[in-house]
T-cell receptor, first 112, second 111 residues
Framework: KAGVTQTPRYLIKTRGQQVTLSCSPISGHRSVSWYQQTPGQGLQFLFEYFSETQRNKGNFPGRFSGRQFSNSRSEMNVSTLELGDSALYLC???????????FGPGTRLLVL | DQQVKQNSPSLSVQEGRISILNCDYTNSMFDYFLWYKKYPAEGPTFLISISSIKDKNEDGRFTVFLNKSAKHLSLHIVPSQPGDSAVYFCAARGGTYKYIFGTGTRLKVLA
């Protein structure tokens, strides 16, 4: 089975712009979670989707949003980018409820 | 509030010796714990997990120990190999479809 894929792998934006990141989960996986990784902060949970419904959300401002499509693919959007949004954004999928998550390679976002 | 803590940012171990990575948590409601390994420019890779009803789980060279009374988790790698050099994250299932990760420990295995 193909693993979790994320596009693009690298992105450079300027402050105030918006960005959309994409994640394709492992075939058959219905749960998709998003995380932000910054140096010294570990992986911070953004949100989790299951069957197109957001089931949980982390402590991030409303500028961070996401959605999931009927084929389980997910997108994450960040509006009005700030310098502090520079990070590695990771997507993880799992077959169903609360099972082990499998991560994609991440999208590295740099905000100038 | 950091509910899952990895207090050692880095660890160096000689090849062939044991590596012990530690993780502490604060929420007694956590019921499932995982360890992930991460190489640069890659996403984290699942290593091993343990349910709160157990105190030990083994998979080859990797063993995870859970001490619920101390709210402490550890990963033992025996014997350590240079290819084990990576950043290791522990994670706890925080209920409601959410995992909480520690900040990671960078392991360096010296040949």
């Amino acid at each position: 089975k193909a693993g979790v894929t994320q596009t693009p792998r690298y992105l450079i934006k300027t402050r105030g712009q918006q960005v959309t990141l994409s994640c394709s989960p492992i075939s058959g996986h219905r749960s998709v979670s998003w995380y932000q990784q910054t140096p010294g902060q570990g992986l911070q949970f953004l949100f989790e989707y299951f069957s197109e419904t957001q089931r949980n959300k982390g402590n991030f401002p409303g500028r961070f949003s996401g959605r999931q499509f009927s084929n389980s693919r997910s997108e994450m959007n960040v509006s009005t980018l700030e310098l502090g949004d520079s990070a590695l954004y990771l997507c993880a999928s799992s077959p169903g409820d609360l099972e082990t998550q499998y991560f994609g390679p991440g999208t590295r976002l740099l905000v100038l | 509030d950091q509910q899952v803590k990895q207090n050692s940012p880095s660890l160096s171990v000689q090849e062939g010796r044991i590596s012990i990575l530690n993780c502490d948590y604060t929420n007694s409601m956590f019921d499932y714990f995982l360890w992930y390994k991460k190489y640069p420019a890659e996403g984290p890779t699942f290593l091993i997990s343990i349910s709160s009803i157990k105190d030990k789980n083994e998979d080859g060279r990797f063993t995870v120990f859970l001490n619920k009374s101390a709210k402490h988790l550890s990963l033992h790698i025996v014997p350590s190999q240079p290819g084990d050099s990576a950043v290791y994250f522990c994670a706890a299932r925080g209920g409601t479809y959410k995992y909480i990760f520690g900040t990671g420990t960078r392991l360096k295995v010296l040949a």
